[in-house]
């Protein structure tokens, strides 16, 4: 009826779940890069190690901020993206550092 299925619109579609993909793999990456930093930062108490630590922590919330940008209400296909995000939401709660 709508003509959801047009092959740009998939096309589409399928663009935005490989970005939130990618975003995903960068959020997991820099979760696990700063939790051992937040680690050896505590172990030998080196204050630029924490440091680092904040920072990638700010970039993960930049990245996260991203991935919300894409499943608001006035994105393109943004029910898509909100169903990414439900999902991605279930797969990371065993990862800590990730809040989402």
């Known amino acids: 009826m709508f003509g959801l299925n047009r092959v740009r619109l998939v096309q589409e579609r399928a663009r935005l779940i490989q970005q939130l ?5 960068i959020v997991v ?3 696990e890069v700063k939790e051992q930093l937040e680690s050896l930062q ?8 924490g440091e ?7 970039l993960q919330a930049r990245v996260l901020d991203q991935m919300r940008n894409l499943a608001s209400p006035s ?9 990414f995000m439900r999902d991605f939401k279930r797969r990371i ?3 800590a550092g990730v809040s989402g």
């Open 29 to 31: 990456d820099v979760t």
């Open 75 to 83: 994105a393109p296909h943004s029910a898509v993206a909100r169903a």
């Open 42 to 49: 505590a172990a030998q108490r080196r204050k630029e190690l």
């Open 93 to 95: 709660v065993g990862v």
């Open 21 to 25: 993909r990618f975003l995903e793999s």
């Open 52 to 58: 680092a630590a904040k920072r990638l922590g700010t």
